[in-house]
Protein backbone atom coordinates (compact mmCIF):
# COMPACT_ATOMS: atom_id res chain seq x y z
CA UNK A 1 0.00 0.00 0.00
CA UNK A 2 1.62 3.33 -0.83
CA UNK A 3 1.95 6.38 1.56
CA UNK A 4 -0.98 8.10 2.73
CA UNK A 5 -1.74 11.85 2.94
CA UNK A 6 -3.13 13.79 5.62
CA UNK A 7 -5.66 16.18 4.56
CA UNK A 8 -4.21 19.23 5.79
CA UNK A 9 -1.16 18.35 3.54
CA UNK A 10 -0.19 21.63 1.50
CA UNK A 11 -3.13 23.53 3.44
CA UNK A 12 -2.59 26.83 5.32
CA UNK A 13 -1.29 26.34 9.03
CA UNK A 14 -2.20 29.20 11.30
CA UNK A 15 0.35 29.85 13.52
CA UNK A 16 2.95 27.60 13.34
CA UNK A 17 3.91 24.22 13.60
CA UNK A 18 7.63 25.75 14.18
CA UNK A 19 7.58 26.03 18.34
CA UNK A 20 9.50 29.27 19.15
CA UNK A 21 12.86 28.61 21.23
CA UNK A 22 12.55 28.64 25.13
CA UNK A 23 8.36 27.33 25.06
CA UNK A 24 8.87 24.44 25.91
CA UNK A 25 10.92 25.47 29.14
CA UNK A 26 8.13 27.63 29.66
CA UNK A 27 5.74 24.54 29.58
CA UNK A 28 7.18 23.38 31.96
CA UNK A 29 7.60 25.95 34.40
CA UNK A 30 3.94 25.57 34.48
CA UNK A 31 2.87 21.61 34.28
CA UNK A 32 6.49 20.73 35.41
CA UNK A 33 9.14 18.62 33.77
CA UNK A 34 7.26 15.24 33.61
CA UNK A 35 4.10 16.74 32.34
CA UNK A 36 5.70 18.16 29.23
CA UNK A 37 5.88 15.16 26.51
CA UNK A 38 8.51 15.83 23.57
CA UNK A 39 10.21 12.45 22.76
CA UNK A 40 9.67 10.83 19.69
CA UNK A 41 8.72 7.68 21.29
CA UNK A 42 6.15 9.79 23.79
CA UNK A 43 4.69 11.28 20.77
CA UNK A 44 3.74 8.57 18.96
CA UNK A 45 1.25 7.42 21.57
CA UNK A 46 -0.65 10.50 20.58
CA UNK A 47 -0.41 10.54 16.83
CA UNK A 48 -3.40 9.47 15.82
CA UNK A 49 -7.11 8.61 17.96
CA UNK A 50 -9.54 5.71 17.49
CA UNK A 51 -9.97 6.49 13.39
CA UNK A 52 -6.50 5.61 12.50
CA UNK A 53 -6.62 6.26 9.16
CA UNK A 54 -4.39 9.33 9.40
CA UNK A 55 -1.89 10.40 11.65
CA UNK A 56 0.18 13.23 12.76
CA UNK A 57 2.26 13.57 15.49
CA UNK A 58 2.30 17.05 17.52
CA UNK A 59 5.87 18.50 18.42
CA UNK A 60 4.29 18.94 22.21
CA UNK A 61 1.90 17.44 24.64
CA UNK A 62 1.55 19.23 27.31
CA UNK A 63 -0.22 17.22 30.71
CA UNK A 64 -1.81 20.20 33.08
CA UNK A 65 -3.05 19.13 36.39
CA UNK A 66 -5.36 21.76 37.30
CA UNK A 67 -7.50 24.98 35.50
CA UNK A 68 -5.20 26.98 36.26
CA UNK A 69 -2.52 25.03 34.70
CA UNK A 70 -4.33 25.15 31.17
CA UNK A 71 -5.38 28.63 31.55
CA UNK A 72 -1.75 29.45 31.76
CA UNK A 73 -0.39 26.97 29.19
CA UNK A 74 -2.95 28.06 26.87
CA UNK A 75 -2.12 31.85 27.28
CA UNK A 76 1.31 31.08 26.78
CA UNK A 77 0.15 29.46 23.30
CA UNK A 78 -1.62 32.59 22.45
CA UNK A 79 1.29 35.12 23.39
CA UNK A 80 3.22 32.80 20.96
CA UNK A 81 0.52 32.66 18.22
CA UNK A 82 0.72 28.55 18.58
CA UNK A 83 -2.36 26.66 17.46
CA UNK A 84 -3.39 23.87 20.43
CA UNK A 85 -5.51 20.48 19.91
CA UNK A 86 -7.63 19.44 23.12
CA UNK A 87 -7.32 15.35 23.91
CA UNK A 88 -8.50 13.34 26.57
CA UNK A 89 -8.61 9.63 26.31
CA UNK A 90 -7.76 8.79 22.47
CA UNK A 91 -10.72 6.81 21.88
CA UNK A 92 -12.94 9.27 19.17
CA UNK A 93 -13.37 7.70 15.96
CA UNK A 94 -13.00 10.82 13.77
CA UNK A 95 -9.45 11.84 14.32
CA UNK A 96 -10.87 15.03 16.08
CA UNK A 97 -7.74 15.15 18.27
CA UNK A 98 -5.11 14.84 15.42
CA UNK A 99 -2.16 17.39 15.55
CA UNK A 100 -2.90 17.91 11.90
CA UNK A 101 -2.28 22.04 12.13
CA UNK A 102 -1.67 22.09 15.51
CA UNK A 103 1.75 22.20 17.32
CA UNK A 104 0.69 21.89 20.51
CA UNK A 105 -1.60 19.04 21.92
CA UNK A 106 -2.79 19.64 25.76
CA UNK A 107 -4.23 16.39 27.11
CA UNK A 108 -6.22 16.65 30.38
CA UNK A 109 -5.76 12.95 31.27
CA UNK A 110 -3.95 14.13 34.24
CA UNK A 111 -7.45 16.16 35.41
CA UNK A 112 -9.01 13.44 36.99
CA UNK A 113 -10.56 14.74 40.04
CA UNK A 114 -14.31 14.62 41.05
CA UNK A 115 -14.61 18.06 42.45
CA UNK A 116 -17.89 17.99 44.08
CA UNK A 117 -20.95 15.29 44.45
CA UNK A 118 -24.06 17.11 45.14
CA UNK A 119 -26.83 14.01 46.41
CA UNK A 120 -29.28 16.72 47.21
CA UNK A 121 -29.16 18.32 43.58
CA UNK A 122 -28.07 14.87 41.56
CA UNK A 123 -25.32 16.47 40.42
CA UNK A 124 -21.68 15.86 39.83
CA UNK A 125 -18.93 18.44 39.09
CA UNK A 126 -16.06 16.54 36.91
CA UNK A 127 -12.78 17.61 35.83
CA UNK A 128 -12.43 16.90 32.25
CA UNK A 129 -10.21 13.88 32.51
CA UNK A 130 -12.37 11.61 34.58
CA UNK A 131 -13.30 8.95 33.02
CA UNK A 132 -16.91 8.15 32.30
CA UNK A 133 -17.45 5.05 33.74
CA UNK A 134 -16.17 6.74 37.39
CA UNK A 135 -19.19 9.12 37.52
CA UNK A 136 -21.39 6.44 37.89
CA UNK A 137 -19.10 4.14 40.18
CA UNK A 138 -18.49 7.41 42.88
CA UNK A 139 -21.96 7.93 43.49
CA UNK A 140 -23.83 4.33 42.68
CA UNK A 141 -24.12 3.41 46.43
CA UNK A 142 -26.55 6.26 46.31
CA UNK A 143 -28.33 4.80 44.18
CA UNK A 144 -27.59 7.16 40.99
CA UNK A 145 -25.95 6.89 37.76
CA UNK A 146 -24.52 9.16 34.97
CA UNK A 147 -26.72 8.13 32.34
CA UNK A 148 -24.65 8.46 29.15
CA UNK A 149 -22.40 5.12 28.69
CA UNK A 150 -20.44 5.27 24.86
CA UNK A 151 -19.27 1.66 24.34
CA UNK A 152 -15.83 3.15 25.36
CA UNK A 153 -16.99 4.38 28.78
CA UNK A 154 -13.97 2.26 30.74
CA UNK A 155 -11.57 4.82 29.07
CA UNK A 156 -13.19 8.03 27.13
CA UNK A 157 -13.57 10.91 29.18
CA UNK A 158 -16.13 13.59 30.54
CA UNK A 159 -13.68 16.15 28.23
CA UNK A 160 -14.18 14.20 25.09
CA UNK A 161 -17.76 13.39 25.78
CA UNK A 162 -18.78 16.72 25.65
CA UNK A 163 -16.80 17.74 22.86
CA UNK A 164 -18.29 14.85 21.09
CA UNK A 165 -21.65 14.97 22.47
CA UNK A 166 -21.39 11.45 22.77
CA UNK A 167 -24.28 8.82 23.05
CA UNK A 168 -24.43 5.11 23.91
CA UNK A 169 -26.67 2.19 24.04
CA UNK A 170 -29.07 4.20 26.51
CA UNK A 171 -29.03 7.24 25.17
CA UNK A 172 -32.65 6.54 23.26
CA UNK A 173 -34.37 6.57 26.12
CA UNK A 174 -32.37 8.96 28.22
CA UNK A 175 -30.52 11.13 25.71
CA UNK A 176 -26.82 12.41 24.97
CA UNK A 177 -24.52 14.01 26.18
CA UNK A 178 -25.91 17.49 25.92
CA UNK A 179 -29.04 16.77 28.06
CA UNK A 180 -27.20 15.16 31.37
CA UNK A 181 -24.70 18.50 30.55
CA UNK A 182 -25.71 21.75 33.12
CA UNK A 183 -22.96 23.99 33.17
CA UNK A 184 -19.25 23.65 31.77
CA UNK A 185 -15.78 25.09 32.49
CA UNK A 186 -14.00 26.30 29.40
CA UNK A 187 -10.79 27.73 28.65
CA UNK A 188 -11.04 29.72 26.07
CA UNK A 189 -8.06 30.04 23.50
CA UNK A 190 -6.59 33.52 24.98
CA UNK A 191 -6.50 31.88 28.41
CA UNK A 192 -9.55 33.40 30.06
CA UNK A 193 -11.48 30.97 32.07
CA UNK A 194 -15.38 31.15 31.39
CA UNK A 195 -17.79 29.23 33.71
CA UNK A 196 -21.26 28.30 31.73
CA UNK A 197 -24.11 27.24 33.01
CA UNK A 198 -25.52 27.81 36.73
CA UNK A 199 -25.66 23.94 37.31
CA UNK A 200 -29.31 24.01 37.93
CA UNK A 201 -31.46 22.95 35.36
CA UNK A 202 -32.89 26.18 33.98
CA UNK A 203 -30.59 29.13 33.22
CA UNK A 204 -31.54 32.65 31.56
CA UNK A 205 -29.99 33.48 28.62
CA UNK A 206 -28.38 31.43 25.13
CA UNK A 207 -27.70 28.51 26.38
CA UNK A 208 -23.74 28.09 25.82
CA UNK A 209 -23.27 25.26 27.47
CA UNK A 210 -25.32 23.19 24.71
CA UNK A 211 -23.76 25.38 21.92
CA UNK A 212 -19.85 24.45 23.63
CA UNK A 213 -21.25 20.48 23.26
CA UNK A 214 -20.08 18.81 20.17
CA UNK A 215 -17.79 21.51 19.40
CA UNK A 216 -15.20 18.92 19.47
CA UNK A 217 -12.61 20.75 20.79
CA UNK A 218 -12.84 24.26 18.14
CA UNK A 219 -14.02 26.59 21.32
CA UNK A 220 -11.12 25.94 23.81
CA UNK A 221 -10.06 23.40 26.52
CA UNK A 222 -13.42 22.25 28.22
CA UNK A 223 -11.63 21.86 32.26
CA UNK A 224 -14.40 20.82 34.18
CA UNK A 225 -18.42 19.69 33.59
CA UNK A 226 -21.36 19.69 35.71
CA UNK A 227 -23.30 16.88 35.01
CA UNK A 228 -26.86 15.80 35.90
CA UNK A 229 -27.48 12.40 38.06
CA UNK A 230 -30.52 10.21 37.62
CA UNK A 231 -31.42 7.68 40.14
CA UNK A 232 -30.73 4.25 38.89
CA UNK A 233 -34.30 2.32 37.82
CA UNK A 234 -36.31 0.39 40.04
CA UNK A 235 -36.12 -2.56 37.89
CA UNK A 236 -34.70 -3.82 34.32
CA UNK A 237 -35.40 -6.41 31.80
CA UNK A 238 -33.30 -7.44 28.88
CA UNK A 239 -34.61 -9.27 25.83
CA UNK A 240 -32.71 -10.91 23.22
CA UNK A 241 -34.78 -11.58 20.06
CA UNK A 242 -33.39 -13.47 17.47
CA UNK A 243 -34.83 -12.98 13.65
CA UNK A 244 -34.24 -14.91 10.33
CA UNK A 245 -33.48 -11.40 8.92
CA UNK A 246 -32.36 -7.94 8.93
CA UNK A 247 -35.51 -7.06 7.81
CA UNK A 248 -37.46 -8.68 10.16
CA UNK A 249 -35.30 -7.06 12.75
CA UNK A 250 -35.67 -3.73 11.87
CA UNK A 251 -39.20 -3.76 11.40
CA UNK A 252 -39.42 -4.80 14.59
CA UNK A 253 -37.22 -1.61 16.11
CA UNK A 254 -40.45 0.16 14.24
CA UNK A 255 -43.01 -1.74 15.50
CA UNK A 256 -41.79 -1.30 19.05
CA UNK A 257 -40.99 2.60 19.09
CA UNK A 258 -44.74 2.45 16.74
CA UNK A 259 -46.49 1.15 19.72
CA UNK A 260 -45.54 4.19 21.65
CA UNK A 261 -42.44 2.07 23.49
CA UNK A 262 -39.65 3.99 24.31
CA UNK A 263 -37.40 1.01 25.56
CA UNK A 264 -33.85 2.14 27.41
CA UNK A 265 -32.12 0.32 24.75
CA UNK A 266 -32.47 -1.12 21.28
CA UNK A 267 -29.57 -2.68 19.66
CA UNK A 268 -28.92 -4.81 16.95
CA UNK A 269 -26.24 -6.85 15.27
CA UNK A 270 -26.54 -8.78 12.25
CA UNK A 271 -24.99 -12.41 11.07
CA UNK A 272 -21.26 -11.08 10.34
CA UNK A 273 -21.25 -9.68 13.84
CA UNK A 274 -22.91 -12.16 16.08
CA UNK A 275 -20.72 -14.52 14.62
CA UNK A 276 -17.33 -12.96 15.26
CA UNK A 277 -19.12 -11.95 18.88
CA UNK A 278 -19.95 -15.54 19.43
CA UNK A 279 -16.33 -16.78 18.72
CA UNK A 280 -14.77 -14.14 20.56
CA UNK A 281 -16.91 -14.46 23.97
CA UNK A 282 -19.32 -17.66 23.52
CA UNK A 283 -22.31 -16.10 25.15
CA UNK A 284 -24.40 -18.60 22.75
CA UNK A 285 -25.80 -16.40 20.33
CA UNK A 286 -27.12 -18.83 17.31
CA UNK A 287 -24.90 -18.38 14.42
CA UNK A 288 -27.49 -19.02 11.79
CA UNK A 289 -29.42 -16.48 12.75
CA UNK A 290 -30.16 -13.44 10.33
CA UNK A 291 -29.75 -10.62 13.16
CA UNK A 292 -30.34 -10.32 16.78
CA UNK A 293 -31.96 -7.76 18.66
CA UNK A 294 -31.16 -6.39 22.77
CA UNK A 295 -34.38 -4.53 23.72
CA UNK A 296 -34.11 -3.28 27.52
CA UNK A 297 -37.03 -2.02 28.98
CA UNK A 298 -36.46 -0.05 32.48
CA UNK A 299 -38.76 1.81 35.27
CA UNK A 300 -41.04 0.93 38.22
CA UNK A 301 -41.43 -3.08 38.68
CA UNK A 302 -44.54 -2.63 38.65
CA UNK A 303 -45.79 -2.41 34.79
CA UNK A 304 -42.39 -3.95 33.42
CA UNK A 305 -43.56 -7.19 33.11
CA UNK A 306 -46.95 -6.24 31.31
CA UNK A 307 -44.31 -3.91 28.76
CA UNK A 308 -42.17 -7.04 28.26
CA UNK A 309 -45.21 -9.21 27.17
CA UNK A 310 -46.37 -6.25 24.72
CA UNK A 311 -42.70 -6.42 23.40
CA UNK A 312 -42.47 -10.36 22.96
CA UNK A 313 -45.52 -9.97 21.13
CA UNK A 314 -44.20 -7.53 18.17
CA UNK A 315 -41.27 -9.48 18.32
CA UNK A 316 -43.19 -12.38 17.46
CA UNK A 317 -45.42 -10.59 14.94
CA UNK A 318 -42.21 -9.90 13.08
CA UNK A 319 -41.48 -13.61 12.86
CA UNK A 320 -38.87 -13.87 15.51
CA UNK A 321 -37.74 -17.36 15.74
CA UNK A 322 -37.20 -16.80 19.59
CA UNK A 323 -37.05 -14.05 22.41
CA UNK A 324 -36.16 -14.27 26.21
CA UNK A 325 -35.46 -12.71 28.88
CA UNK A 326 -31.67 -12.73 31.00
CA UNK A 327 -32.47 -14.63 33.31
CA UNK A 328 -30.29 -12.66 36.34
CA UNK A 329 -27.97 -10.10 36.25
CA UNK A 330 -25.11 -12.13 35.49
CA UNK A 331 -26.57 -13.09 32.33
CA UNK A 332 -27.46 -9.55 31.37
CA UNK A 333 -24.05 -8.35 32.00
CA UNK A 334 -22.89 -11.00 29.83
CA UNK A 335 -25.11 -9.72 26.76
CA UNK A 336 -24.04 -6.20 27.23
CA UNK A 337 -20.26 -7.57 27.48
CA UNK A 338 -20.95 -8.47 24.39
CA UNK A 339 -23.11 -5.85 22.66
CA UNK A 340 -20.39 -2.85 23.90
CA UNK A 341 -17.07 -5.23 23.06
CA UNK A 342 -18.45 -6.35 19.42
CA UNK A 343 -15.78 -4.15 17.56
CA UNK A 344 -12.58 -5.81 19.37
CA UNK A 345 -14.18 -9.12 17.71
CA UNK A 346 -14.61 -8.22 14.65
CA UNK A 347 -10.51 -8.42 14.67
CA UNK A 348 -11.46 -12.13 13.73
CA UNK A 349 -13.13 -11.72 11.06
CA UNK A 350 -10.48 -9.62 8.81
CA UNK A 351 -6.49 -8.06 8.81
CA UNK A 352 -8.48 -4.64 8.80
CA UNK A 353 -11.92 -2.96 9.16
CA UNK A 354 -13.32 0.58 8.44
CA UNK A 355 -16.56 1.93 10.58
CA UNK A 356 -19.02 4.05 9.42
CA UNK A 357 -21.42 6.11 11.58
CA UNK A 358 -24.40 7.50 9.94
CA UNK A 359 -28.00 7.90 11.16
CA UNK A 360 -31.39 7.63 9.13
CA UNK A 361 -34.79 7.86 10.41
CA UNK A 362 -35.40 4.73 12.22
CA UNK A 363 -39.08 3.97 9.80
CA UNK A 364 -35.79 3.56 7.00
CA UNK A 365 -33.57 1.36 8.48
CA UNK A 366 -35.03 -1.80 6.72
CA UNK A 367 -34.17 0.72 3.62
CA UNK A 368 -30.78 2.13 4.24
CA UNK A 369 -29.49 -1.80 5.71
CA UNK A 370 -30.80 -2.84 2.13
CA UNK A 371 -28.90 -0.42 0.64
CA UNK A 372 -25.63 -1.46 2.55
CA UNK A 373 -26.04 -4.54 1.05
CA UNK A 374 -26.07 -4.04 -2.39
CA UNK A 375 -23.49 -1.84 -1.82
CA UNK A 376 -21.42 -4.30 -0.50
CA UNK A 377 -22.00 -6.25 -3.27
CA UNK A 378 -21.38 -4.25 -6.22
CA UNK A 379 -17.88 -3.21 -4.48
CA UNK A 380 -17.17 -7.01 -3.86
CA UNK A 381 -16.73 -6.40 0.29
CA UNK A 382 -18.07 -8.12 3.55
CA UNK A 383 -19.65 -5.60 6.15
CA UNK A 384 -21.14 -6.36 9.75
CA UNK A 385 -23.73 -4.44 11.19
CA UNK A 386 -23.67 -3.34 14.71
CA UNK A 387 -25.69 -0.16 15.66
CA UNK A 388 -27.92 1.96 18.17
CA UNK A 389 -30.85 0.74 16.30
CA UNK A 390 -33.70 2.73 18.10
CA UNK A 391 -32.12 5.57 17.27
CA UNK A 392 -31.11 4.96 13.49
CA UNK A 393 -27.80 5.10 14.21
CA UNK A 394 -26.32 2.58 12.07
CA UNK A 395 -22.73 1.35 12.57
CA UNK A 396 -21.09 -0.42 8.93
CA UNK A 397 -17.94 -2.02 9.37
CA UNK A 398 -16.54 -2.70 6.64
CA UNK A 399 -14.31 -5.80 6.13
CA UNK A 400 -10.98 -5.53 4.08
CA UNK A 401 -7.16 -6.16 3.93
CA UNK A 402 -5.03 -3.10 4.11
CA UNK A 403 -2.31 -4.37 1.88
CA UNK A 404 -5.00 -5.05 -0.97
CA UNK A 405 -4.87 -1.39 -2.76
CA UNK A 406 -7.89 -1.90 -5.00
CA UNK A 407 -9.84 -3.28 -1.75
CA UNK A 408 -9.25 -0.15 -0.44
CA UNK A 409 -10.00 1.76 -3.17
CA UNK A 410 -13.41 -0.18 -2.70
CA UNK A 411 -14.07 0.35 0.35
CA UNK A 412 -13.55 4.43 0.20
CA UNK A 413 -15.75 4.23 -2.15
CA UNK A 414 -18.46 1.98 0.10
CA UNK A 415 -18.06 4.28 2.99
CA UNK A 416 -18.72 7.35 1.01
CA UNK A 417 -21.87 5.72 -0.87
CA UNK A 418 -23.19 4.74 2.46
CA UNK A 419 -23.40 8.09 3.94
CA UNK A 420 -24.64 9.59 0.74
CA UNK A 421 -27.51 7.02 1.28
CA UNK A 422 -27.92 8.06 4.72
CA UNK A 423 -28.43 11.87 3.75
CA UNK A 424 -30.71 10.70 1.05
CA UNK A 425 -33.12 8.91 3.15
CA UNK A 426 -33.24 12.10 5.40
CA UNK A 427 -30.61 11.48 7.92
CA UNK A 428 -26.99 12.60 9.03
CA UNK A 429 -23.34 12.06 8.30
CA UNK A 430 -22.65 11.47 12.05
CA UNK A 431 -25.00 10.12 14.59
CA UNK A 432 -22.17 10.30 17.34
CA UNK A 433 -18.33 9.83 16.35
CA UNK A 434 -18.24 13.29 15.22
CA UNK A 435 -16.96 15.10 12.10
CA UNK A 436 -13.36 15.37 12.88
CA UNK A 437 -11.02 14.96 10.09
CA UNK A 438 -12.49 11.88 8.79
CA UNK A 439 -15.62 14.03 7.49
CA UNK A 440 -15.34 17.26 6.60
CA UNK A 441 -15.96 16.81 3.27
CA UNK A 442 -18.94 15.27 3.93
CA UNK A 443 -20.41 18.39 6.01
CA UNK A 444 -21.11 19.84 2.42
CA UNK A 445 -23.58 16.75 1.58
CA UNK A 446 -26.02 18.54 4.43
CA UNK A 447 -25.02 21.56 4.92
CA UNK A 448 -25.41 24.79 2.62
CA UNK A 449 -21.95 27.47 2.35
CA UNK A 450 -24.63 29.70 4.29
CA UNK A 451 -24.93 27.31 6.62
CA UNK A 452 -21.27 26.69 7.32
CA UNK A 453 -20.49 30.13 6.95
CA UNK A 454 -22.93 30.73 9.91
CA UNK A 455 -21.31 27.68 11.74
CA UNK A 456 -17.59 29.88 11.28
CA UNK A 457 -18.90 33.03 12.64
CA UNK A 458 -20.19 30.75 16.22
CA UNK A 459 -16.79 29.00 16.10
CA UNK A 460 -15.27 32.51 15.66
CA UNK A 461 -16.74 34.27 18.59
CA UNK A 462 -15.19 31.51 21.03
CA UNK A 463 -12.06 31.43 18.71
CA UNK A 464 -11.42 34.61 16.44
CA UNK A 465 -7.72 33.76 15.61
CA UNK A 466 -8.80 30.22 15.15
CA UNK A 467 -5.75 28.77 16.96
CA UNK A 468 -8.29 26.10 18.95
CA UNK A 469 -8.31 22.34 16.99
CA UNK A 470 -7.75 24.34 13.74
CA UNK A 471 -8.31 22.15 10.15
CA UNK A 472 -11.04 20.03 11.98
CA UNK A 473 -15.02 19.89 10.76
CA UNK A 474 -15.25 22.56 8.14
CA UNK A 475 -14.84 21.59 4.30
CA UNK A 476 -11.77 22.69 2.56
CA UNK A 477 -11.62 23.51 -0.85
CA UNK A 478 -10.71 20.68 -3.38
CA UNK A 479 -10.38 18.75 0.15
CA UNK A 480 -8.71 15.22 -0.51
CA UNK A 481 -11.08 12.70 1.10
CA UNK A 482 -10.15 10.38 -2.16
CA UNK A 483 -6.94 10.32 -0.92
CA UNK A 484 -7.08 8.72 2.57
CA UNK A 485 -6.19 5.30 3.24
CA UNK A 486 -8.09 3.46 5.56
CA UNK A 487 -6.26 1.21 8.37
CA UNK A 488 -7.94 -0.81 11.11
CA UNK A 489 -10.01 1.17 13.37
CA UNK A 490 -12.45 0.46 15.86
CA UNK A 491 -16.08 1.83 16.23
CA UNK A 492 -18.71 1.90 19.17
C1 LIG B 1 -14.55 0.87 21.20
C2 LIG B 1 -15.16 2.24 21.08
C3 LIG B 1 -16.50 2.39 21.34
C4 LIG B 1 -17.10 3.67 21.23
N1 LIG B 1 -18.45 3.79 21.51
C5 LIG B 1 -19.04 4.99 21.42
C6 LIG B 1 -20.44 5.13 21.71
O1 LIG B 1 -21.15 4.19 22.04
N2 LIG B 1 -20.96 6.37 21.60
C7 LIG B 1 -20.21 7.45 21.24
O2 LIG B 1 -20.76 8.55 21.18
N3 LIG B 1 -18.90 7.34 20.96
C8 LIG B 1 -18.29 6.14 21.05
N4 LIG B 1 -16.95 6.03 20.78
C9 LIG B 1 -16.18 7.22 20.39
C10 LIG B 1 -15.42 7.93 21.55
O3 LIG B 1 -15.20 7.05 22.63
C11 LIG B 1 -16.19 9.17 22.03
O4 LIG B 1 -16.22 10.14 21.00
C12 LIG B 1 -15.59 9.82 23.29
O5 LIG B 1 -16.43 10.84 23.77
C13 LIG B 1 -14.21 10.40 23.07
O6 LIG B 1 -13.66 10.73 24.36
P1 LIG B 1 -12.08 10.86 24.55
O7 LIG B 1 -11.82 11.28 25.93
O8 LIG B 1 -11.42 9.63 24.10
O9 LIG B 1 -11.80 12.07 23.54
P2 LIG B 1 -10.62 12.23 22.49
O10 LIG B 1 -10.65 11.11 21.50
O11 LIG B 1 -9.36 12.47 23.19
O12 LIG B 1 -11.08 13.56 21.76
C14 LIG B 1 -12.26 13.59 21.00
C15 LIG B 1 -12.52 15.03 20.54
O13 LIG B 1 -12.81 15.84 21.67
C16 LIG B 1 -11.87 16.90 21.80
N5 LIG B 1 -11.60 17.00 23.24
C17 LIG B 1 -11.17 16.01 24.06
N6 LIG B 1 -11.07 16.47 25.31
C18 LIG B 1 -11.43 17.78 25.28
C19 LIG B 1 -11.52 18.82 26.26
N7 LIG B 1 -11.22 18.59 27.54
N8 LIG B 1 -11.93 20.05 25.86
C20 LIG B 1 -12.23 20.32 24.58
N9 LIG B 1 -12.15 19.36 23.61
C21 LIG B 1 -11.77 18.12 23.96
C22 LIG B 1 -10.68 16.49 20.97
O14 LIG B 1 -9.97 17.62 20.47
C23 LIG B 1 -11.35 15.70 19.85
O15 LIG B 1 -11.84 16.60 18.88
C24 LIG B 1 -16.32 4.79 20.87
C25 LIG B 1 -14.96 4.62 20.64
C26 LIG B 1 -14.37 3.37 20.73
C27 LIG B 1 -12.90 3.25 20.50
Known sequence: MGAFRAPWYGRRVPGSRVLPSGFRRALAAIVGDEGVLASATDLAVYECDGYTLERARPELVVLPRRTDEVARVVRAAAEAGVSFVPRGAGTGLSGGCLAGEAPLMICVSRMRRIRAIDLANRRVVAEAGVVNAAVSRAVQAARLQYVPDPSSQNACTIGGNVAENSGGPHTLKYGVTTNHLLGVELVLPDGEVLALGDGVEETLGYDLTGVVCGSEGTFGIVTAATLRLEPLPEAVTTLLAIFESVADATATVSGVIAAGIVPAALEMMDRTIVEAVEAAYGFGFPTDAGAVLIIEIDGPAAGLAALEDRIIAICHAHRARSVRAAADDAERAALWKSRKRAFGAVGRLSPSYATQDGVVPRTRLPEILARIEAIATRHRLRIGN??????????????????????????????????????????????????????????????????????RRVRAAFDPAGRANPGKIFPTPGGCSEQRLPRRQAAS
Open 386 to 455: VFHAGDGNIHPIILYDERDHDQVERVLAAGREILAACVALGGSVTGEHGIGVEKMQELGLMFAADDLEVM
